[in-house]
């Protein structure tokens, strides 16, 4: 298995600096707390330089907007040197793009080409990984048949893209994605060295994990990592360390970074070991539980709780 470090970096390969991580945000996340700011104005004052893009199908940045309100668009030549120049006038570094697939819908052939398309938006912006989502809006089908048409998709998405050097990250999401049986099972089927996964260190804690076992997990898909989401949850000691229902509580024990239950430090340890030296992308879904005056007080203890892992 290749470790991360020998693939491509945002904006050019650049060497590790140690005990200095490369922070990066959800476009999304930051939306939530910008209280009127654009997105570039937020990222400056958290003292970020890097985001993860959500692009949708129509390549369209629904967060990350014009003057004028207007999402950006990639979807012809010129817009993407729209968009190219201004992100390099704002000195900021697109860290992934993120997509919300479906690859079991009735429009699992759409999905696959606006996969492809983002990869080569990828290419032009810099970005060295694609997060492809394998949860499913169909709660009816069976799981096995979400991993095959999970696994048709992939497969297509690395045929179309051969001369790519683009990363794709399937991020452990939702009921079956968080499972090691189905996220081996892709791993297995389609044995790439572009295809690895966007650790979510949330998520398997979601899905019911006790606490020591997520760490094994963690170590598992470490060396498979490509890209990051970075989020915490808080339950009591009674709950931590044992198996939970699928999401117990989540609304009520999501929270900061520096409140959670998940060592930041043993994660950030766990994930240099393995080779990872790309950004860890800040997500944090307990926004809502606060006022709008507090929410980007919450983002900048976030950026303080990610650079402190690594001290």
Not at 151 to 167: L, N
Not at 176 to 192: E, S
């Amino acid at each position: 298995m290749m470790k991360a470090e020998w693939y491509p970096m945002a904006m050019g390969d650049r060497p590790a600096i140690q005990n200095h991580p490369r922070v990066s945000i959800r476009d999304h996340t930051l939306s939530l707390a910008a209280d009127g700011r654009s997105l570039f104005e937020a990222l400056r004052d958290l003292g970020l330089g890097a985001v993860e893009l959500q692009v949708d199908p129509d390549l369209t940045t629904p967060h990350l907007r014009q003057t004028n309100g207007v999402p950006f668009s990639a979807d012809n030549d010129a817009a993407v040197v729209r968009l190219q120049e201004t992100l390099s006038a704002q000195a900021v570094r697109v860290s992934a793009l993120l997509l919300m697939t479906d690859f079991s819908s009735e429009h699992a052939d759409d999905h696959i080409a606006w996969s492809v398309r983002a990869i080569r938006l990828a290419e032009k912006l810099g970005a060295p990984v694609v997060r492809l989502d394998p949860l499913t809006r169909d709660k009816e089908l069976p799981r096995q048949v979400v991993r095959d048409n999970f696994i048709v998709g992939v497969r297509r998405i690395v045929e179309r893209t051969p001369d790519s050097t683009i990363d794709i990250g399937i991020e452990n999401h939702g009921p079956i994605g968080n499972d090691p049986v189905f996220l081996d099972a892709i791993f297995a089927a389609v044995d790439h060295p572009r295809l690895g996964i966007t650790l979510d260190t949330g998520n398997f804690y979601w899905w019911g994990v006790a606490l020591d076992d997520l760490y094994i997990l963690l170590e598992r898909y470490a060396p498979r990592t490509r890209h990051t989401h970075i989020k915490n949850i808080n339950y009591p000691p009674a709950l931590a360390n044992t198996s939970r229902p699928i999401g117990s509580e989540y609304a009520k024990y999501c929270c900061p970074l520096d409140e959670g239950n998940i060592d930041l430090r043993r994660v950030a340890r766990i994930l240099e070991k393995a080779g990872y030296r790309r950004d860890l992308c800040i997500e944090n879904e307990s926004l809502q539980k606060y006022a709008a005056d507090q929410k980007f007080d919450v983002l900048r203890r976030d950026v303080q709780a990610i650079k402190a892992a690594f001290l």
